[in-house]
């Protein structure tokens, strides 16, 4: 298997711009997880999905980021108006309940740097 | 999200030492524990979970957990420069997949 692929890997765009973040699971796995990581607040949850619903946003910082997940093997976090306090690397990962739970597979991430 | 807390370090241990890393959690809902490894500019990765008070062990390392205590630890025996990396404690809730990860303890092995 190919792993989580998430693109693009490096963004760097500027304040007020919208960014949108891709990422592609695990075939067959039905979790699908956000994280941004910062040195300051390490690695927070977004959001995550099970089978394409969303179960839980609360991680999500404000209005201007928002996550779909139209079908089991794609799904976007889109931030607009981007703000330079957004610039962090974002994970998406995935996970099989079949598992037990606990086992997330990181992508490699996306390093944003909004100026 | 300040649920889990870790000593950011960092620690540094000399080569065939033992690296003990320590994580302390405020929600006693939590039932399942993981640690995972992440080298610098990499993704993060698993090496142990933990669901049970105790110890449990796989090759150079062991997990502790005491939820009286609110404490969980990994102990590296045998300490190999390529065990240098950050290390990131999480928890999960009953039935939850999803985990609340500490801010990572960096560990260095010196040669």
């Known amino acids: 298997d190919a792993g989580v692929i998430q693109s693009p890997r490096h963004e760097v765009t500027e304040m007020g711009q919208e960014v949108t973040l891709r990422c592609k699971p695990i075939s067959g796995h039905d979790y699908l997880f956000w994280y941004r990581q910062t040195m300051m607040r390490g690695l927070e949850l977004l959001i995550y999905f099970n089978n394409n619903v969303p179960i839980d946003d609360s991680g999500m910082p404000e209005d201007r980021f928002s996550a779909k997940m139209p079908n089991a093997s794609f799904s976007t976090l889109k931030i607009q108006p981007s703000e330079p306090r957004d610039s962090a690397v974002y994970f998406c990962a995935s996970s099989f309940a079949g598992h037990g739970g606990g086992e997330l597979f990181f992508g490699e991430g996306s390093r944003l740097t909004v100026l | 999200q300040k649920e889990v807390e870790q000593n950011s370090g960092p620690l540094s241990v000399p080569e065939g030492a033992i690296a003990s890393l320590n994580c302390t959690y405020s929600?006693?809902?939590?039932?399942?524990f993981f640690w995972y490894r992440q080298y610098s500019g990499k993704s993060p990765e698993l090496i142990m979970f933990i669901y049970s008070n105790g110890d449990k062990e796989d090759g150079r390392f062991t997990a502790q957990l005491n939820k009286a205590s609110q404490y969980v630890s990994l102990l590296i025996r045998d300490s190999q420069p390529s065990d240098s990396a950050t290390y990131l404690c999480a928890r999960g809730d009953s039935g939850a997949n999803n985990l609340f990860f500490g801010t990572g303890t960096r560990l260095t092995v010196i040669p």
């Open positions: 929600d006693r809902g939590s039932q399942s």
